[in-house]
C-alpha cells in the first residue's frame, strides 16, 4: 500500500515538474528537441568512450592475471619437479 502511495505521488511530482518546466521553458519546442537530441547524442559518445576504456582496462587486468598464473604455474612446476629429483635422491 505505502509503495503504490509513493509510486502515485513520484508519477505525480514528475508530470507536474515536467509541465512548469515546459510552461517556463525559454526557447521554443523545436529548439528544446534539439537540446535534447544533440545532448542525448553527446551522452551516447560519452557512454561509449567510457565504455570502451573500461573494456580496455578490464583486458589489461585480464592480461596481467593470466601472466601472474602462468608464473606462478611455471614456479610450481619447477618446484616440484625438485621435490621428485630430491625423492629419487
Do not use: C, H, K, Y
Not at 570502451?52 to 611455471?74: K, P
Amino acid at each position: 500500500m505505502q509503495v503504490a502511495v509513493f509510486g502515485a505521488g513520484l508519477a505525480l511530482g514528475i508530470t507536474l515538474g515536467a509541465g512548469v518546466a515546459l510552461l517556463a521553458a525559454p526557447q521554443s519546442g523545436t529548439q528544446t528537441r534539439a537540446d535534447i537530441v544533440r545532448r542525448a547524442r553527446r551522452a551516447r559518445t560519452a557512454v561509449a568512450r567510457r565504455g570502451n576504456d573500461a573494456w580496455l582496462d578490464l583486458q589489461d587486468e585480464l592480461r596481467s592475471m593470466a601472466r601472474a598464473l602462468r608464473r606462478r604455474n611455471a614456479q610450481r612446476s619447477a618446484e616440484q619437479e625438485l621435490a621428485r629429483e630430491s625423492a629419487l635422491d
